[in-house]
Nanobody, 120 residues
Framework: QVQLVESGGGLVQPGGSLRLSCAASGSIVSINDMRWYRQAPGKERELVADITSYGSTNYADSVKGRFTISRVNAENTVYLQMNSLKPEDTAVYYC??????????????WGHGTLVTVSS
């Protein structure tokens, strides 16, 4: 009932920047927290950043000061601005959202991911 679609990934050199986008669609009444996770090959998926419906944010220590999460509630969209990228940031980045549906069900939805590669 809910679709999350990420975009904006790609290849970038160390020190460069990328902006990821995630748009949610479907039978949505409202969205509470929205999050970005990432997963590198052979590693566990980790939480990168979280943002509440009113804009409160949290970041993993590894990205604090370099990444910024933001959202536009009217568009059901969340962004991740990534600056000063490092090779260790290379991963598939996934969007996650806590969604209230028209049916009154409450679900956690996931996108299919977008690949970010940081390499010279």
């Amino acid at each position: 009932q809910v679709q999350l679609v990420e975009s904006g990934g790609g290849l970038v050199q160390p020190g460069g920047s990328l902006r990821l986008s995630c748009a949610a669609s479907g039978s949505i009444v409202s969205i509470n927290d929205m999050r970005w996770y990432r997963q590198a090959p052979g590693k566990e998926r980790e939480l990168v950043a979280d943002i509440t419906s009113y804009g409160s944010t949290n970041y993993a220590d590894s990205v604090k000061g370099r990444f910024t999460i933001s959202r536009v509630n009217a568009e059901n969209t969340v962004y991740l601005q990534m600056n000063s990228l490092k090779p260790e940031d290379t991963a598939v980045y996934y969007c996650n959202a806590d969604v209230r549906l028209v049916s009154r069900a409450y679900v956690a939805s996931w996108g299919h991911g977008t690949l970010v590669t940081v390499s010279s």
